[in-house]
């Protein structure tokens, strides 16, 4: 199976009808944005890759006499620029997680006939063809409605993340801010961060998501450095360069990693937060706020809502969390709240609301069978390890942070003996593929493959095997997920078998 990402056919029905709006040549392709700040993002990223790129931006809108809230939502931005710079334009979207949602799109294009263009150009200067009659045109009862949910996933959110430790304050709902996706929470607060001094700097560590790192090194930092092992003695390169004098802003890391499922060592980076005024950001997507409890470590909390959070795979989202009891609380909330936009689309709002209203119950669902399938999986003697929390050189340090009705997740990885073992047992486990995790229905993909598919060999001396299969475990029962990867088995059993042995 060919695993590629695209646009959401709703996304390109919106850069079709800009195209065809604007008359532009067969060359020319665009991206549509729901902020002219995410446009203008787009725009230096793709000068910077080629500075003699031409790339210009158009704003769409509904005339002045539309309503604030139908105005507000009823507008984007695109940026025109030549096809050979499609490869460039995929990173940002992949790596940043601005671009429009594609129910903000599909509303997008029902009002396009009524919009009008703006840009610094003559040529994308419009007007739209139909006549805007606001007395005619029914209000979408979304409009009154979608704050209600974004409270709600609000609430979800802070509530889950309550620390164990009684002295803690609790995260309240107005330090939760949501974007569009998880990247968008992670370029928010890394451009944010990047901007507060002349000397700042960032540090990776552990082997997280692909996509973190280019985020991270393309939101402005002066000095970036990667950690990819996540290992003890990463820790002590890090500590020894702090006391040299290097100036570090912020630490990136996620509790588990993605996908070797290790667990960082949350006391000691605090203690080297604490010595040395960093901030400590924890992605907590895969551990999860119902199973780890980190409060009292990290300043803040990002999470990708697309997740498990959701489970069900049909709407984007993340959450950044500040800590109250962080010492740099107030510094953060007026950083953040200076360029805070709230750009969550009110009908992806509503469906995160009502994916995630039984959240808790599902990642207790799926912990537990999980760690059966983990364990099943590591008893066949054509593995040769299986990377989950509970299985690899942090498990103490997970039991650290780990709640005591907290599970071990819904992700594992598993690295057979064989490479052509780990290509039989894909190809024959009967789960869905694609690149995603978390979701109701368990899916798979070979993840280095896809995820670092120009970049496999580094990956691999991080420690990230070329043939690892990533499995994400949903609400399936045991016995029939079991029986699924028990056939993938046989499959590999046979085959090896039949292959000539030394």
Known sequence: MNLTFDIHHYVRKLHDAVLSRFKSPVQTVCR?????????????????????????????????????????????????????????AFEFWEWFGDGISSRH??????????????????????????????SAMPIPEWID?????????????????????????????DDVFLYATGMAAISAISRALARTSEDSGAVVYGWPYSGTPHCVQGC????????????????????????????????????????LLSTPDLHRIRDLANRFDFLVVCDDTLGTSVNVD???????????????????????????????????????????????????????????????????????????????????????PSVESVKYPTMVATAPLYEQYRRPDGGYGFLLGVIFREPASAVIFYDNLDVWKGPTVGTNFSISIPYSALAHAKEQDWAAAHGVPKHIVRLSVGLENYDNLAERVGRALQQVEMIENMSPRC
């Open 145 to 173: 409605l979608y704050t209600q949910d974004k409270m709600d996933i609000e609430s979800t959110l802070a509530s889950s993340a309550v620390s164990a430790d009684p002295a803690l304050k609790p995260v309240r709902n």
């Open 294 to 380: 980190i409060l009292p470590y990290v300043d803040v909390i990002i999470t990708s809502l697309t997740k498990i959070f959701s489970g069900r795979g049909n709407v984007m989202g993340g959450s950044l969390m500040i800590n109250p009891n962080s010492y740099h609380y107030h510094s953060l909330r007026a950083l953040l709240q200076e360029t805070y936009e709230d750009l969550y689309f009110p009908l992806d709002a509503k469906t995160m609301a009502v994916n995630s209203s039984d959240f808790v119950g599902r990642v207790h669902k799926c912990n537990r069978t999980t760690l059966q399938i983990a364990n099943f999986l590591k008893s066949h």
């Open 32 to 88: 549509a944005f729901p902020s002219r700040e995410a446009a203008e993002r787009f725009v230096a990223r793709l000068q910077k890759a080629d500075p003699t790129a031409s790339a210009h931006i158009a704003r769409f809108q509904l005339p002045r006499e539309a309503g604030p809230e139908m105005a507000k939502w009823a507008a984007f931005s695109v940026v025109l620029f030549q096809d050979s710079h499609e490869e460039v």
């Open 105 to 134: 799109a599909e509303f997008c294009v029902s009002l396009f006939p009524f919009m009008n263009s703006d840009s610094d150009r003559s040529e994308y200067q419009t007007m739209g063809p139909a006549s805007y009659n606001p």
């Open 220 to 259: 402005g930092f002066k000095s970036y450095t990667m950690y990819g092992h996540g290992s003890k003695e990463d820790l002590d390169t890090l500590e020894s360069l702090l006391v040299s004098g290097t100036r570090c802003t912020v630490l990136f890391c996620e509790i588990t990693s993605n996908p």
